[in-house]
């Protein structure tokens, strides 16, 4: 930048050549025209835009029951948005440009309950069969806490999920579904809510017993 001093081209704004013209308190400066514009989207800034609309996808249609499952009453910002900083931040893996979500580490749900030490999913003729340990080691942690299940198939556009009402000190869930018969195994996650419906667990990803 360099203050330009001539009366022909004085009070001259615009661009001569590779020129720029253009007046600052008064007086006139010139400037080299650029080259070529400044890309202003970093590698860094595009892998974080693509981490962003990666998990913004995978999450959309879980919105529903996340509504339910991820509250935080200290919080300020929804439960989608809690969902999303914490899978954001937790559950994105590989290098930009191949992100994708790593199922063993993404929440679904999340509070203070705790999940049982041991919980198993295996595919019967009917459907799945969906175990777990009864054992009562917490303060957070009750009989009568309830059994969650959410699905999600990538032949299917909608997700599943389904507040059973079955209680822990059961220990075993049948989930008489057989609507991926023809299909591979659906990604199963699955959690607790307390008997008064005001706390949950965290969702735990779970993968198939072998047949």
Known sequence: MAEFKDKFLENFTGTIGNMIFYQRGGKTFVRSKPTKLKDRQSEAQLAQREKFKLVHEFLAPFKKVISKTFVDETS???????????????????????????????????????????????????????????????????????????????????????????????????????????????????????ADETAVSESRYLEFDEL
Not at 138 to 167: K, M, Q, W
């Open 76 to 194: 300020s910002r929804t439960a989608y948005q809690n969902a999303f900083s914490y899978n954001l931040k937790k559950a994105v893996i590989g290098n930009y440009p191949d992100f994708k979500m790593d199922y063993k580490k993404v929440l679904l749900s999340r509070g203070e309950v705790v999940l049982p030490i041991k919980i198993t999913i295996k595919k019967q003729n009917t459907g799945f069969l969906i175990e777990w340990d009864t054992s009562i080691k917490a303060e957070a942690c009750e009989p009568d806490d309830t059994f969650v299940l959410i699905a999600s198939h990538n032949f299917y556009p909608n997700i599943h999920y389904r507040f059973t009402g079955v209680p822990r000190s059961e220990g075993r869930y049948i989930w008489d579904n057989n609507f991926f018969e023809a299909h591979s195994m659906p990604d199963v996650w699955v959690a607790f809510r307390n």
